[in-house]
């Protein structure tokens, strides 16, 4: 898989294989990074945090396009292989790019010291685990103000996206094939 653009644009990134994993087809990761960009995303300082990052590739674009760090979390041993791998071939360093192993929703209910600028959710199909994880965002100081939430689910998820937790106004809700690409931004609640 290719990094689309920024430094380390068409530089080839390893992907993991197996059931369960399926990396955003160059075509999705930028229609979604443009998406993001009309939106308001700027990536120069960012601070950005990939959940379920698989092999890591909308952390490793955001960082290739100026984002100052990513956090990307992954629990199966063979994808946090191939975060390293990655993030080792990119010549990233753990200021830049940390790697978390640890289960999504058990990191996000510690809360954090720095909110993210920017968060990616991929979560397993058929799992629900979108809900659980926004909603941990936003109770336990995961997002900036105004920051974007972008989450990539299968098309065939039922689930309001307007309605889907308050203190996210949506933003886009596009389908790509069997893919959904859903953004919001965090907006403080009156």
Not at 101 to 122: E, H, M, N, Q
Request: aromatic share 6%; hydrophobic share 45%.
């Amino acid at each position: 898989m290719r990094i689309i653009a920024g430094t380390f644009g068409g530089r080839t990134i390893k992907t993991v294989e197996g059931p369960g994993y399926r990396p955003a087809m160059a075509r999705v990761r930028e229609s979604l990074f443009s998406m993001l960009e009309s939106r308001g995303a700027a990536w120069h300082g960012a601070r950005v945090m990939d959940l379920f990052a698989g092999s890591g590739s909308l952390a490793f674009e955001a960082l290739s396009r100026g984002a100052a760090e990513a956090t990307l979390v992954e629990m199966a041993p063979q994808a946090v292989k191939c975060l390293r791998a990655n993030a080792a071939l990119l010549r990233l360093d753990e200021g830049r790019c940390r790697i978390v192993t640890d289960d999504v929703l058990k990191l996000l209910s510690r809360g954090c010291a720095l909110p993210c600028d920017v968060t990616f959710i991929d979560p397993p199909y058929g799992k629900n685990l979108l809900q659980p994880a926004l909603r941990s965002l936003l109770r336990r100081g995961w997002l900036a103000e105004d920051a974007l939430v972008c989450a990539e689910v299968e098309a065939s998820l039922s689930f309001d996206a307007a309605k889907a937790h308050a203190g996210l106004e949506l933003l886009a809700d596009r389908n790509f094939g069997q893919t959904r690409i859903v953004i919001w931004k965090h907006i403080q609640e009156q």
